[in-house]
C-alpha cells in the first residue's frame, strides 16, 4: 500500500491507497498559517512534520491495516515558497510561503539585470515577488545575521522528505516554480543565481518526481509507526501533482481546474506555451518529459472562505453552504456589483502584488447573497481572463474538469460554466486530487503500474455543467466591465503602495 501527502495552505491532506493508487481512506491535519500586513505569508516547518506523523498514524489506525504492508510513501506540497536551513537542516526561521509578496525590491532588482522578457524565456515565468528566489533575497536582505546561517534552500514537500529519509533533494516541478531553474535546460540557472547573487550550493540536487530518494531513517519509522523499509519516492508540486489526480497527463486529456485556496486552470503540454503578455506560466509535470502551462490566481477557494468567515457570525461547512444557496438565485453583476478577488494581491492575469481586495458598485440593497453571489463571479470572471490568455497564445480548451473543495457546489461550477462558455465537469476525486495524484506519482516510481496513464481510471465524472449560451453571452459582457474595474483601479492600487 502507499501513503500520500498533500502539503497544503491550511493543512495536511493525507491518504492510503492500494498499490495501483486506489483510495481506502483519507484523513486532513490542520496548521496554522500567520498572514499579516504587508504581504506577510509565513508557517512553521515543524507543524507540517507533525502533521505528516499525525495523519500516517491516523490513516494506519483508520484502516486497520498492517504498518509492515505500507511499501510506499510520497509528498506532494505548496510551491514557490521558501524554506531555509542551517548545517545540521534545522530551519533558521518560519518558512516563506507562496502567498507572501514582500520580495518587490528583490524583484525590481532582478528586472534591472535580467529583464522580465529574457527571464520568462528562460524560466517559464515572469518574475515576481510569489517566486523562491526572489525570497530568499529578500531574507539575505532584510535579516543578514539570519541569512549568515543558511546552507541549505528547499520548498515544503522537500523539507518532509529530508525529515523522512535524511536526503535533501526536490523534483523537476517544484525546481521550475522558484525562478532559479533553467526549464531549457533542466537545471538550476547560473545566470539567475548570478543577478541574484546567491551561491548554488545552498540549492538542492534535482531529481524527477519518480525518483526513489530513499527508505525512512529510524527516526521517521519510529515516528510515523511504519516499516523502516517503507521506500519513499520524490513527488512533486502541488499544481501538476493535482493534475495527475484530475488524470491530465497527456495534452488529449483537456484541462482542468483548481478550486483549492489559490485556483488554477492548467492542462499537459509537450512543450512549454509562452504568452506574449506573460499572464501564464509553464511549470515542468511530474510527468517526465512533459509541462503544465498554468494560469494561477492567488486566492480563489480563499476568496469564498473569507467572505463566509465576513458574513456568517459563526462560519462553518453548513454557513458556508447556507451562503451559497442563497447566493444561487442572487443578482450581483447583473445588478451592477462586482467583487476583485485580489485579496492576497494577484499573479494570473496581473502580476501584482500590490492588487487588492475589492467590492465594485455596492448599494444599500446588496446583502449577504448578492455579497456572496459577486464572490463566485468574481472568481469565475478572473479564471476566464486566464482562459482568454490561453487561448491567445494557441491553446485549444473544450471543457474543463473541475478538482478542489470547491469543486462540490453546484452553485460555483455552474457560473463557472456560464461564464466561460465550456462544459465542466466535476469528478469523483474532489478533495483528495492532490494526494491521488502523489500515490500514482509514487506508484510508477515504485514500479507498480505502467505508466501516469493509470490515474484516469480511478476516478471518474459524475456531473457535467452545461453552459447557458444566453447567460454566457451576458457574462462575457458583464466580464469586460469587470476587467474595466481593476484596470480603473491599478493605479490607485500602486499609489496605495506608495509607488
Not at 500586513?37 to 495523519?55: C, F, I, L, T, Y
Not at 500516517?56 to 506532494?76: E, F, K, M, Y
Not at 486552470?265 to 502551462?293: E, K
Amino acid at each position: 500500500m502507499i501513503i500520500a501527502h498533500d502539503l497544503g495552505t491550511t493543512g495536511n491532506k493525507a491518504s492510503l491507497h492500494h498499490d495501483d493508487g486506489r483510495l481506502v481512506t483519507a484523513v486532513t491535519v490542520a496548521y496554522p498559517a500567520r498572514f499579516a500586513d504587508g504581504g506577510v505569508a509565513e508557517q512553521n516547518p515543524q507543524h507540517w512534520w507533525n502533521a505528516v506523523v499525525e495523519a500516517t498514524r491516523s490513516l494506519v489506525a483508520r484502516s486497520g491495516v498492517d504498518p509492515a504492508v505500507v511499501t510506499g510513501l510520497t509528498v506532494s506540497g505548496q510551491m514557490m515558497g521558501a524554506v531555509l536551513l542551517d548545517a545540521a537542516f534545522q530551519p533558521v526561521r518560519p518558512a516563506i510561503i507562496w502567498a507572501d509578496t514582500r520580495s518587490a525590491a528583490q524583484t525590481a532588482q532582478l528586472e534591472a539585470i535580467i529583464g522580465q522578457d529574457r527571464a520568462y524565456s528562460l524560466l517559464g515565468h515572469r518574475l515576481n515577488p510569489t517566486y523562491s528566489l526572489e525570497k530568499i533575497m529578500w531574507v539575505r536582505d532584510n535579516e543578514p545575521e539570519t541569512f549568515e546561517r543558511v546552507r541549505h534552500f528547499c520548498v515544503a514537500k522537500d523539507f518532509v522528505v529530508h525529515r523522512l529519509t535524511g536526503r535533501l533533494a526536490t523534483d523537476r516541478s517544484d525546481a521550475s516554480a522558484t525562478n532559479a531553474y533553467d526549464q531549457g535546460r533542466g537545471m538550476w540557472s547560473a545566470e539567475m543565481l548570478s543577478a541574484a547573487g546567491l551561491d548554488a550550493s545552498i540549492f538542492p540536487e534535482v531529481l524527477e518526481s519518480t525518483a526513489i530518494v530513499g527508505r525512512l531513517t529510524t527516526d521517521a519509522a519510529n515516528a510515523t509507526g511504519l516499516s523502516r523499509d517503507t521506500r519513499v519516492v520524490m513527488g512533486g508540486g502541488d499544481g501538476p501533482v493535482a493534475a495527475v489526480g484530475a488524470g491530465i497527463v497527456v495534452p488529449e486529456d483537456g484541462a482542468y481546474v483548481s478550486l483549492g485556496t489559490s485556483s488554477w486552470i492548467s492542462f499537459a503540454s509537450d512543450t512549454p506555451v509562452y504568452d506574449p503578455l506573460m499572464r501564464t506560466m509553464t511549470f515542468d509535470h511530474v510527468v517526465p518529459g512533459r509541462y503544465v502551462p498554468t494560469a494561477t490566481m492567488q486566492a480563489g477557494g480563499a476568496a469564498l472562505q473569507w467572505v463566509s468567515e465576513l458574513l456568517t457570525p459563526e462560519p462553518s461547512g453548513a454557513s458556508l453552504s447556507a451562503l451559497v444557496a442563497d447566493a444561487s438565485t442572487a443578482d450581483a453583476s447583473s445588478s451592477g456589483l462586482y467583487f476583485l478577488p485580489y485579496l492576497l494581491g494577484e499573479r494570473s492575469p496581473y502580476w501584482n502584488p500590490n492588487a487588492t481586495g475589492s467590492f465594485i458598485g455596492i448599494g444599500r440593497h446588496h446583502g449577504r447573497a448578492e455579497m456572496t453571489r459577486a464572490v463566485l463571479e468574481g472568481v469565475a470572471f478572473n479564471l476566464l481572463t486566464c482562459l482568454q490568455s490561453f487561448r491567445e497564445s494557441g491553446a485549444t480548451l473544450d471543457r474543463i474538469d473541475a478538482i478542489g473543495g470547491g469543486a462540490a457546489s453546484d452553485v460555483w461550477l455552474q457560473i463557472m460554466a456560464d461564464v466561460w462558455g465550456l462544459p465542466v465537469r466535476r469528478r469523483t476525486i474532489v478533495e483528495e486530487a492532490n494526494s491521488l495524484g502523489a500515490a500514482v506519482t509514487a506508484a510508477v516510481g515504485l514500479g507498480l503500474v505502467d505508466g501516469f496513464g493509470a490515474a484516469r481510471d480511478l476516478s471518474e465524472v459524475t456531473a457535467e455543467f452545461t453552459p447557458d449560451s444566453g447567460r454566457h453571452s451576458d457574462y462575457l459582457t458583464r466580464h469586460a466591465v469587470f476587467v474595466d474595474g481593476y484596470e480603473s483601479l491599478e493605479p490607485w492600487f500602486a499609489k496605495r503602495a506608495g509607488r
